[in-house]
């Protein structure tokens, strides 16, 4: 995905495009109103993130400008307003979805790729998966079991979470902040070595001998897992 973010604050708009960037989208970044308005009506994108509060021009009037000019690419709005009244007021203005700071990293992701995906739900190809797959291993979300070529596997409940994690972004490189947020809902980093532990378990219980594995190291960057060896 493209996405233009409008972010005044340097730091916050630093770590969302760094976050957004390791789970692979392409990001601009817009530092006020105008800019934002500029860049959203002139270029391309597939999800807008915008700040409610925005230095030139505040961020309600850049998406109802948006929205009076026709242009209908999904807008999140980021905002530290999180009554019922002022969500209530960014969804009347235009927006798609609304994200209270301080929100999950993780979950701005998830809620950015849930829009892109919106026309494929919207055709009727939305039914929730309950079978995971990537080669011969398979995971069974309504079983909680999980087998590679045939043979079940004895996974602990974080191993589970940890794999199904893995499988919902088969073939993405998926980065040490993301697992810590999604599977221990941890926003920063505790400076121990969970992930690789949990990692190293489950390599040896998926990574069988005699079978291709599936869970790659990505040097400085994450974890991939994938039938393909790249």
Do not use: C
Request: zero cysteines.
């Amino acid at each position: 995905m493209k996405i233009l973010l409008v972010e005044d604050d340097p730091q916050q708009a630093a770590y969302i495009r760094k976050g957004i960037q390791e789970a692979g989208h392409v990001v601009d970044v817009a530092a006020d109103g105008r800019d934002g308005l500029f860049l959203a009506t002139t270029e391309s994108y597939d999800v807008l993130v915008l700040d409610r509060m925005l230095p030139r021009v505040d961020g309600l009037t850049v998406l109802r400008t948006l929205r009076a000019s026709n242009v209908a690419t999904p807008v999140v709005i980021l905002s530290a307003l999180g009554e019922v009244d002022d969500r209530v007021a960014g969804l009347r203005a235009g927006g798609d979805d609304y994200l209270v700071k301080p929100f999950s990293l993780i979950e701005l992701v998830a809620r950015l790729e849930a829009l892109a995906r919106r026309g494929v739900a919207a055709s009727g190809d939305a039914a929730p998966r309950t079978r995971l797959a990537v080669a011969d291993l398979e995971m069974d979300l309504l079983r909680r079991s999980v087998a590679r070529a045939g043979r079940k596997l004895d996974l602990k409940p974080k191993e589970f979470q940890l794999l199904e994690f893995l499988l919902r972004h088969s073939d993405q490189v998926v980065t040490r902040a993301m697992l810590l947020e999604a599977v221990w809902n941890y926003h920063f980093d505790p400076q121990t070595n969970v992930i690789d532990v949990h990692i190293s378990n489950l390599r040896a219980k998926i990574d069988l001998p005699g079978l291709p594995p599936l869970i790659h190291t990505v040097r400085g960057a994450g974890y991939r897992l994938s039938a393909d060896v790249v």
